[in-house]
């Protein structure tokens, strides 16, 4: 097998996802595991949502919609983009792969941070393109240091606002600045996964660009503030030119039909929208004061999750924490070896973690 298949797929590095509650349950003999490792809603999905799935699961046996064509209306008045401007992935992570497949041939450079969600250095080497690591700096991306990295080999930059897994975010003024320095034959793919969290005044805004027409992809997901994880959702806002040829690429019925119908009845509901948010910024300030007074240092997010760090390997917290019930990110597999990335939950979840940690932090 080694011979035949392609060489690049060889050296591939292992997407890392978190422990599964099941899993530590099982291993650990506990009875009640909470997971703040992935960044999923802690109040669940949309009740809209749930009951679109009950509403949609006997039609199980239609396919569904290959052109996303109610979904795509509603986001594109939610947004007021065209919807010749939209396209629906199964996840974004599927749209992060269909850029690398349509846009990238072998030795093409992708410019990337090494701290960053690990798929852009995975959709980049899968299709023999060369990944160039530019280092974060504070925390947060550094844009004039991918700026100096681009070359004419360059094809892709790819940006994570806010970056998992620090939760920092760079602000409109530095994007603009950045945005204006960007090669025409370069296409910038700004994830913002996290970013209906963050409701800070500098936060850019992309689609400005879009409407524009430059060389710019927006990547969104149902899987975080929507709580629609499971369903696999996401998708893409650009100028039409480039979401034709990713609609040349995409397999036909990529999305199925209940996680299109869930994502529409999840947009609709402004109230659950609302009360995750809230949830969330509770979460936070409470998590923000606790860990001040042990003395750790972290970092205030704009996401849903809080970046914390300590004088060890994190590997040993991770571990002592799962046997107290409680699943948290090690980000070894980020580059940040002595460091965690929690998700904010909810208080009692929050109030046990704090709990948790105070009893295996030394």
């Known amino acids: 097998m080694k011979d035949l298949a392609r060489e690049s797929i060889s050296g591939l590095p292992e997407y890392i996802p978190g422990k599964q509650v099941e899993e530590v349950v099982k291993q650990y003999n506990l009875k009640e595991v909470i997971k703040l490792a992935s960044n999923e809603n802690p109040l669940g999905a949309s009740p809209l949502a749930i009951a679109s799935i009950n509403e949609n699961a006997k039609f199980s046996y239609v396919y569904p919609d290959q052109r996303h ?193 869930a994502a529409l009845a999840a947009l609709s509901d402004d109230k659950f929208f609302k009360e995750s948010i809230e949830n969330n910024e509770r979460g936070k300030e409470y998590l923000y004061s606790e860990l001040g007074k042990m003395g750790l240092k972290f970092l205030k997010t704009q996401a849903n999750f809080i970046y914390i760090e300590f004088n060890e390997n994190s590997d040993r917290i991770f571990i002592d924490l799962m046997k107290e019930g409680v699943i948290i990110r090690p980000l070894k597999s980020f580059g940040l070896p002595n460091s965690i990335r929690v998700t904010v939950g909810t208080m009692p979840q929050n109030e046990r973690f704090i709990a948790a940690l105070k009893k295996v932090v030394k």
Request: hydrophobic share 45%; proline share 4%; with cysteine.
């Open 69 to 261: 064509t109610i979904l795509k209306e509603a986001l594109s008045a939610k947004l007021a983009v065209g919807k010749e401007n939209l396209i629906i992935g199964n996840g974004s992570d599927e749209i992060m792969l269909l850029m690398a497949q349509v846009f990238l041939s072998a030795g093409d450079e992708v410019v990337l941070s090494r701290n960053t969600f690990s798929m852009y250095e995975f959709v980049t080497k899968i299709m023999d393109g060369t990944p160039v690591f530019v280092d974060l700096k504070d925390y947060t991306y550094d844009l004039d240091g991918i700026l100096n990295a681009v070359t004419d080999r360059t094809k892709l930059i790819f940006l994570c606002n806010p970056n998992n897994p620090t939760g920092t975010i760079f602000s409109k003024e530095r994007f603009d600045a950045f945005m204006s320095k960007v090669p025409d034959n370069v296409i910038v793919v700004l994830d913002e996964a996290y970013g209906d969290y963050s409701g800070s005044d500098i936060y850019p805004d992309g689609l400005k660009y879009v409407r524009a027409g430059k060389n710019l992809v927006i990547l969104k997901t149902f899987s975080k503030v929507y709580g629609l994880a499971a369903l696999r959702i996401g998708y893409g806002i650009a100028k039409p030119e480039i979401i034709n040829y990713l609609h040349m690429a995409k397999m036909p019925f990529n999305v199925n039909r209940i996680g299109q119908f």
